[in-house]
């Protein structure tokens, strides 16, 4: 099955649909508020973040390698482009935008570097980009590979196929930061993203998984520890945000 058939059976299925953003996410996006032009690499269904964000740029272009996604897109009134599945490239011209996203889309992709010099190739001298992906380096994860030898696939049914799992490249603060800086990109910072607690190191346990939901469920936000992601995102930050720039 070639990527675009992929995702677009994984749109269809009904299983993935992204929910609006809660007020903590968007605070995300600051860094390419007020742009002129905006590539979002991955858009998806254009059904999360999509609306607000365009809203506060001056033109808001999605980008996805589904055929459905992109049907999706556009019939909420946002301009889409085609992703070709075998080189990553859009059918935009070079230096198009002043900034460029990517939402948790780096981990699903055969090749994330020829992705990554696409937004720098997009990108005007001087343009910002935002990448956002899970963190390998999480505590629960570091602790899951050492005790179970697992790594966080995200299959999209556990009791129905353990296997079939959508993450197929996985991602630390270090490689990351590699990731932008072989593109090209420079200026490299790199965030926590989402809401991450000291509980879900249960989850790595197997059967005392649910302490994490648990405490997630019942516990007072200063029990979570949610300042560790800022101070050390690295081990504590269960997503990662990365801004980084062209150079000008």
């Known amino acids: 099955m070639n ?25 995300t996006l600051e860094p390419l508020r007020g742009l002129e032009r905006v590539l979002d690499y991955g858009c998806g269904m254009g059904d999360a973040y999509q609306s607000r964000l365009a809203a506060s740029v001056k033109e808001y272009v999605g980008a996805d390698v589904s055929g459905i996604a992109l049907s999706r897109t556009r019939e909420r009134g946002f301009p889409a482009l085609q992703i070709d599945p075998q080189t990553s490239r859009t059918e935009a011209p070079d230096a198009t935008f002043d900034g460029a996203l990517s939402v948790e889309v780096m981990e699903h992709l055969f090749d994330p ?7 720098y190739r ?42 079939n799992g959508v993450h197929i490249r996985y991602f630390s603060k270090l490689m990351l930061t590699r990731l932008l ?9 790199v965030y ?13 346990g197997g059967p005392f998984a649910h302490v994490s939901d ?35």
């Not at 953003?21 to 968007?26: A, K, R, V």
């Not at 990448?131 to 999209?156: D, I, K, M, W």
């Open 3 to 27: 990527p675009t058939s992929f995702y677009d059976q994984y749109w269809q299925n009904g299983l993935h649909r992204n929910p609006e953003w809660p007020e903590y996410l968007m605070k």
């Open 113 to 119: 570097l020829a992705a990554a010099r696409e937004l």
């Open 122 to 163: 997009v990108l005007k001298p001087g343009g910002t980009v935002m990448v956002t992906v899970p963190n390998f380096g999480y505590h629960e994860c570091r602790l899951l590979a050492l005790l179970r030898a697992q790594v966080p696939s995200e299959p999209e049914d556990p009791k129905k196929n353990r296997y």
């Open 181 to 189: 800086r072989d593109a090209g990109f420079t200026d490299i910072r």
């Open 192 to 204: 926590s993203f989402d809401q991450a607690t000291i509980w879900d190191v249960f989850r790595a």
């Open 214 to 248: 648990f405490a997630r469920r019942n516990l007072p936000a200063f029990l979570h520890l949610r300042f560790l992601q800022d101070v050390w995102p690295g081990m504590f930050a269960k997503r990662l945000r990365t801004v980084a720039r062209k150079p000008a």
